[in-house]
């Protein structure tokens, strides 16, 4: 029997904005990959939509499962994630120049996709089981950083994936701060950094692949090299700015259909709804992705316990993290270090993900009556 109190307590108006976000990707994926002459529609926007049902079918699944045995497994289910990386290393299946895939034969997912899942799971664990009011020290968050981040980091760099990687960086360092990391700490981890920057920075670089020098390079300088380097970030400008205020309208964008902007349906995604529904279109996207990441700060303010707070804060720092790179990317504010626009850019494993993420704060918000029952 089906508690009446998780009903009233579900988040209507998160899924209904995330399925609308999902049906627009859908919308501008076919329009993007459309083609100009007479040749066969490809079925991006087809696959799309199988997994945006999927999607919905594993999300229902998961809230219907309490977060409590989430956080129970939280260490085996990260230790499934890191095997799940290891695989990728050994037998992946590579593509555009990255190993980031395994192959089931019937499909492909990608594991990092899940991973940050597993990865605010875990650490969701972690920052709970440490006793309420005590301020992190130096042996929690050497234990943290090596074990939470560092492992993953290295599997994940390796195939490689910069834009994962840096999402890792950035949910550890939020959650640690909200868990409430010592002052003295935080102000050593920056001088240190500080420090080190000129060193840390050169085997950083060293270590980069040479597509990842050159995506740098060209945010820091497009007209560098405009035809190379520099040609995804001008294409970008170009299709967001030709949008104007009102757009071009459905259908009768030129950067996607012409190819003028590679990675059209992927990365690039934002720039070819810009370029057909304008300045007011986009503010209204904006706003539709600003309610979910609203909806997952107040979720985990009025989560019942400490391990559903995490939880909450960890999924909608992702998300933020996702949405304000994405768009920084398409701007040429950021560099092009491969991070979709979630719910929207194509790919069924990151819609997957997209979903299980957004069920996560749906499951601490329908339970966070629990102790007053």
Known sequence: MIDRRLIN??????????????LIGVMTI?????????????????????WLLLSLIVFIVSISI???????????????????????????????????????????????????????????????????????????????????????????????????????????????????????????VVIISLISLPFAGKVIWDGLKGYQKQRIIAFIDPQADPQGVGYHIQQSKVSIGSGGFIGKGYMKGTQGPYRFLPENHTDFIFSIFAEEWGFAGSSVLFLLYLFIIWRGFDTAKKARDIEGCFLALGVTFMFALYFFINVGMTLGMMP?????????????????????????????????????Y
């Open 9 to 22: 307590n579900f988040d209507w108006g998160m899924l209904f904005v995330a399925v609308v976000l999902s």
């Open 30 to 50: 076919y329009s993007a990959t459309r083609p100009v002459l007479e040749a066969a529609q490809e079925t991006f926007y087809m696959r799309q939509l199988y």
């Open 66 to 188: 309490d977060y409590k045995w989430f956080i129970k497994f939280a260490y085996l289910i990260f230790f499934f994630g890191i095997i799940l990386l290891v695989i990728v290393l050994v037998a992946g299946r590579t593509g555009m120049g990255a190993r980031r895939w395994i192959h089931l034969g019937f499909l492909s997912f990608q594991p990092s996709e899940f991973f940050k899942i597993f990865f605010i799971i875990a650490l969701s664990r972690y920052l709970s089981d440490i006793k309420q009011g005590v301020s992190l020290g130096f042996r929690e968050l050497s234990g943290m950083i090596g074990v939470f981040f560092i492992v993953p980091a290295i599997l994940i760099l390796k195939q490689p994936d910069l834009g994962t990687a840096l999402i890792l960086l950035f949910i550890f360092v939020t959650m640690v701060l909200t868990a409430g990391a010592k002052k003295k700490i935080i102000l050593t």
């Open 336 to 372: 092009v270090v491969g991070v979709p626009l979630p719910l929207m850019s194509y790919g069924g494993t990151a819609l997957l993900s997209n979903f299980i993420a957004l069920s996560i704060i749906e499951n601490v918000r329908m339970r966070r009556f629990a102790l007053y």
